[in-house]
């Protein structure tokens, strides 16, 4: 064999090398993204099973059941809620009304090693007070999840703030 076509063959070799590397590579994050969209759509579905467990059992029943137990609850003037005993006590000390918050996730992102991930939606909260005088609040919230040992997700922290009415906030957005 001529040296002209050994180093031939060592050049087809090693293009053949980067070929299988790069579709290899190439093959891997494609899979590794279509984990992460798979435990995006989970994420926005656990919290839309949390919405529907606000509804059926109440919503204070519903953020006991889908706390992680090292939960931090944040809401606005109060001080932090840490810890699921502590959410059991609070959701004890302030019986669900019985119109329950309404919320919807608007985006969920997970981890690239799908163990924790967020959701960002908008909730509405209608209430009517002893007079029969009815009022809305409106608002954005953010959750962290964590996927648990069997798959599911629990949130660890919960927390949100309130804005305009829908028909208010539009009127004030600007392109830039």
Known sequence: MSRALKYLIVIAVIIAAVIITRNATE?????????????????????????????????????????????ILLRQQQFPIIGKSGLIKHYLNHQSDKTPLKWEPLK????????LGFTFGRWEYNSVDKDGKKSSSYGNYVTIWKKQKDGSWKYVLD??????????????????
């Open 27 to 71: 093959s891997g994050k494609n899979s590794q993204a279509v984990l992460i969209e798979h435990n995006n759509q989970a994420l926005i579905q656990a919290d839309k099973d949390f919405y529907k467990a606000s509804v059926e059992r109440g919503t204070g029943q519903a953020f006991i059941d889908f706390a992680d137990d090292s939960v």
């Open 108 to 115: 969920a992102e997970a981890s690239l090693d799908g163990s």
């Open 159 to 176: 927390g949100g703030s309130t804005t305009p009415a829908p028909d208010t906030l539009s009127s004030r957005q600007t392109n830039k």
